[in-house]
């Protein structure tokens, strides 16, 4: 809603199941508001027989709704913007591209990351460096999550994805946009609380671990009472992007509205690599695993 505000539009019209949403007042007061799909696609389909289409739908909903959410935006004769994942299943891919050609309208991802001011420096400082050049990378991130994850949506695997799915897919788009096409993937573990494993890319060799589990976070996070850790090292350097966030939604939307946004081509690397990644059975601690690792029981 931030995003649609500072990019000096206008939220027409809201749909939630979960009607405790008053957080629309300090945004939009005068959207018209249903908690009913159906209901909702009545109000949309009258604007646009009067001649008050909308322009785009905003989709922030459940990852196992974005298909179907964004096939409804297209033929409601609406661009469409959707939060990652884009999808769960890179075959859905291919049949949304059917109904874009079909509608004649286009679908957007939020792939913030590739417009943070660190992550642009790193991709030209690899695209500069020797072609041969392979960097050794380390991404771990935690982000503390309470009992009430595991009851909702996120916590079931056919909803969400899973955890590389669900917190991780924006990191994995990053790494495949600064590095070049994924070539192999090992997962060393994969459980409801935690994932890690390598990757293999045309320009780096990285390991990760993405946890939700407060018990796994380094003793310096602790010692700060910090409940989220996030870090990547490329050789010795440390990405410094803890800053620069703020934005980014607002920067999306913006390029979006500009005719720079990214489509569907972009986010199927990253949709792919999450996908792979549910399907590997874990292998536990061989190879070239996360350090953090040995955290694990």
Not at 236 to 257: C, N, R, V, W
Request: aromatic letters at 12%; glycine letters at 8%.
């Amino acid at each position: 809603m931030a995003a649609i505000r500072d990019t000096n539009n206008e939220l027409v019209a809201a749909l939630d199941p979960n009607d405790s949403v008053g957080i629309i007042d300090s945004h939009f007061p005068d959207a018209d508001f249903f908690t009913e799909f159906e209901r909702f696609d009545r109000h949309i389909d009258k604007l646009r027989r009067r001649g008050e289409p909308v322009d785009y739908v905003s989709i922030c909903s459940p990852n196992y709704l974005h298909d179907a959410h964004m096939r409804f935006g297209l033929r409601a004769g609406a661009d469409v913007i959707c939060e990652k994942p884009l999808v769960l299943n890179p075959w859905n891919i291919d049949g949304l591209k059917e109904i874009e050609q079909e509608t004649g309208r286009n679908i957007y991802n939020i792939l913030q990351l590739r417009l943070h001011p660190s992550v642009k420096a790193l991709r030209d400082k690899v695209q500069a460096a020797p072609a041969d050049k392979v960097f050794d990378v380390d991404l771990t991130y935690l982000t503390s999550r309470g009992h009430w994850y595991g009851v909702s949506w996120k916590g079931a695997t056919e909803k969400s994805g899973g955890i590389a799915t669900n917190i991780g897919v924006h990191f994995y788009d990053m790494l495949s946009w600064v590095f070049g096409d994924l070539k192999s993937s090992i997962v060393h573990f994969h459980r409801e609380d935690v994932a890690a494993g390598y990757l293999e890319y045309e320009r780096a060799r990285v390991r990760w671990f993405l946890s939700i589990n407060a018990n796994y976070l380094p003793e310096q996070a602790v010692a700060a009472g910090k409940r989220t850790y996030r870090s990547i090292m490329i050789e010795d350097d440390e990405l410094e992007f803890s800053d620069g966030f703020t934005d980014l939604h607002t920067a999306s939307y913006q390029a979006i509205l500009d005719g720079q946004g990214f489509g569907l081509d972009e986010a199927r690397q990253s949709i792919e690599t999450v996908y792979r990644i549910r399907q590997e059975d874990p292998v536990g601690k061989r190879g070239e695993y996360h350090p953090f690792c040995d955290r694990l029981d």
